[in-house]
């Protein structure tokens, strides 16, 4: 059975990107070890998911409202996105860390995601998830550091934050390539990416 991949970038400095980089090396390292991978890839950045809306949840959930040209394309991309992600067994997503979380291009995705039904349920015991089975790789790029121990443990809400939504949807395979330090001059730069490429290198294909 071929492997399906889901890549994501979210990181807004283009070229530039260190998430970028790092997503684009984990990918090559999983098509080289399943030549017949099916891709799908999707930039978080262009075209941007719009942030959830009263008419989109309405509609979603079978309400009898109006529905005009731009909702209808609305929940078309909210079924595209789902459907990117329930197929895949891989996904990979390079992260950006803004302002200690998440880009909000990636929390219009996760919103798209979070629906009951679908990637969750709730039961007498319980939230159940019904994403199980996926493996998530996640390429994060950090100006400074924010790991445990540091001063700055506290204000991390990115990678944190992806593991309990994860969680929640039942996946427990989570694994994190981490780039840090990156804007704490050229050689801390360098040893945040090279420290990352370890990673990259020591993950399983």
């Known amino acids: 059975m071929s492997l399906h991949l889901l890549h994501l970038d979210s990181s807004i400095l283009g070229e530039n990107s260190v998430s970028r980089s790092l997503s684009a090396s984990i990918v090559a390292k999983l098509k080289e070890a399943h030549p017949a991978v099916r891709l799908t ?31 209808e394309a609305d929940l078309a991309l909210g079924a595209a996105v789902m459907e990117e992600f329930l197929a895949a067994d ?5 992260l950006g ?7 909000s291009q990636v929390k219009t995705w996760i919103d ?14 319980g939230p159940e998830g019904l994403a199980g089975g996926k493996r998530v790789i996640l390429a994060i790029a950090r ?3 924010y790991g445990p121990g ?18 929640f949807m039942g996946i427990t395979d989570i694994e994190v390539v981490l780039a840090e330090g990156l804007a704490r001059g050229p050689e801390a730069r360098e040893s945040g990416i090279a420290n990352a ?5 020591a993950l399983a294909a």
């Open 90 to 94: 891989t996904i990979v997503l390079g």
């Open 41 to 71: 890839y999707r930039d978080l950045t262009a075209p941007i998911i719009p942030h959830l809306s009263g008419p989109y949840l309405a509609a979603s959930q079978g309400a009898p409202i109006a529905r005009d040209a731009a909702l």
């Open 112 to 125: 798209r995601l979070s629906v009951v039904g679908k990637t969750f349920r709730y039961t007498e015991k």
């Open 150 to 167: 540091t001063p700055a443990h506290s204000f991390e809400h990115a990678e944190s934050y992806l593991r309990g939504i994860f969680s």
């Open 143 to 145: 100006g400074g550091f």
């Open 197 to 201: 490429q370890a990673m990259i290198a």
């Open 97 to 103: 860390f803004y302002n200690f979380g998440v880009p």
